[in-house]
Each structure stands twice: as structure tokens, then as C-alpha cells.
T-cell receptor, first 116, second 114 residues
């Protein structure tokens, strides 16, 4: 979905390096998410943010940190990358559901990360 | 603890056949059950969703069947086409997903053979 962009699309790094994955959205949504996808493990939530001043840990936040620079930008950092962080990373956004409504998450195209 | 169990992990169906993917959950607070479809090289996208106040929802060739007492729900793809080949994720959440805590199953890779 071109409304949610992720950079870089592919990244190779070495163990111990700090890297940042960036996500931008033009959908005007307040909510943003970072997920990790591993084969056979599905999508697991790393961090999520409901607005610029709100950051919440997800299921697997250890080894990761995030920054919500603006409504449209949400970055994921690996402070010291390790090989088992090799995965496909997705950013997603959603709007606040209306009364009785439900949430739809819109995913970016993903960043494939390889940690050597 | 896996809260949404999805099966099978992979599925091969002939063109025109019916594809069935099953999911089960434990948390009775879940009240929102979406299915996401992911094509290779793309991010997941919402396909269809259901709330537990109905037992079935149909959108074109895609149908969700929901069994509240058994805590199970399934996706049926009628007249499966090669273009349906993708990975499908079921998910569940309380409060309509409004709290941002969508729990995904592990995914089913569907291949539809011509």
C-alpha cells in the first residue's frame, strides 16, 4: 500500500550494529504499529503507538526501541542487532474505530532484514 | 502463549475447489475476528472480518463461518483461483480491535493449482 512506506526495503547488517527501520504514512492515521514476521510464526507485535506521545510495548519488544517523530512517522531501532532478529518487519497504521466499528490495520510493504 | 491457533500450515487446492482454513481461540473476551491476505512481497491486507453476533459472513467467494460455543472460526474460499494463492492469517481481538492488540495466527500458505 503506497500510503504506508517503509525504508529500507532490504537491509543486511552485522551482529552488534545499530540500525533503524523507518515508516511513513500519508493516511492521516493516529495509530501505528511495528510487527515482525517469521516463517511459521505469523505476525508478532513489537511496539505500537496511539499518538505522538504514546508508546506501548507489544509481545516481543526486547532488543527493540521505537520513536514516534510525528503523526506520520514511526521508527524501529535495533540497538545491537543479533542474528535471531533476522526477519521481515512490517509497519502498520490504523484509524480509531467509530462507535460499534472495528479497526482495520493497513500494512506497509515490509523491510527484509538479515543480521550476519 | 499462542492465543489463536491456525491450521493447516499449508494447503494445496485445485482450481475450482474449496479452500478451508480453520482457527481456534481461547480468550472469550475476543469479539473481533478478521482475516488478512498476504501476497508474496507485499504486506498483509484485510480480506474479511466478523463479529460474534453473526454465525456467517460472505463477501463474494470468501465466507467466514463462526462458532461461538466452540470458539472456532474458519475461512472458506469457494471456486478457488490461482490468484488466490497467498498466505492467510486469522486474527482476533477484544473491543473490536480498538485497543491495538490484534493477535494473529501463524498463517496458512495457500497454493491453488491450475
Amino acid at each position: 500500500d503506497a500510503d504506508v512506506t517503509q525504508t529500507p526495503r532490504n537491509r543486511i547488517t552485522k551482529t552488534g550494529k545499530r540500525i533503524m527501520l523507518e515508516c511513513s504514512q500519508t493516511k492521516g492515521h493516529d495509530r501505528m504499529y511495528w510487527y515482525r514476521q517469521d516463517p511459521g510464526l505469523g505476525l508478532r507485535l513489537i511496539y505500537y503507538s496511539f499518538d505522538v506521545k504514546d508508546i506501548n510495548k507489544g509481545e516481543i519488544s526486547d532488543g527493540y526501541s521505537v520513536s514516534r517523530q510525528a503523526q506520520a512517522k514511526f521508527s524501529l531501532s535495533l540497538e545491537s542487532a543479533i542474528p535471531n532478529q533476522t526477519a521481515l518487519y512490517f509497519c502498520a497504521t490504523s484509524d480509531i474505530p467509530g462507535t460499534g466499528g472495528w479497526e482495520t490495520q493497513y500494512f506497509g510493504p515490509g523491510t527484509r532484514l538479515l543480521v550476519l | 502463549q499462542q492465543q489463536v491457533k491456525q491450521s493447516p500450515q499449508s494447503l494445496i487446492v485445485q482450481k475450482g475447489g474449496i479452500s478451508i482454513i480453520n482457527c481456534a481461540y481461547e480468550n472469550t473476551a475476543f469479539d473481533y475476528f478478521p482475516w488478512y491476505q498476504q501476497f508474496p512481497g507485499k504486506g498483509p491486507a484485510l480480506l474479511i472480518a466478523i463479529r460474534p453476533d453473526v454465525s456467517e459472513k460472505k463477501e463474494g467467494r470468501f465466507t467466514i463461518s463462526f462458532n461461538k460455543s466452540a470458539k472456532q472460526f474458519s475461512l472458506h474460499i469457494m471456486d478457488s483461483q490461482p490468484g488466490d494463492s497467498a498466505t492467510y492469517f486469522c486474527a482476533a481481538s477484544p473491543y473490536g480491535g480498538s485497543q491495538g492488540n490484534l493477535i494473529f495466527g501463524k498463517g496458512t500458505k495457500l497454493s491453488v493449482k491450475p
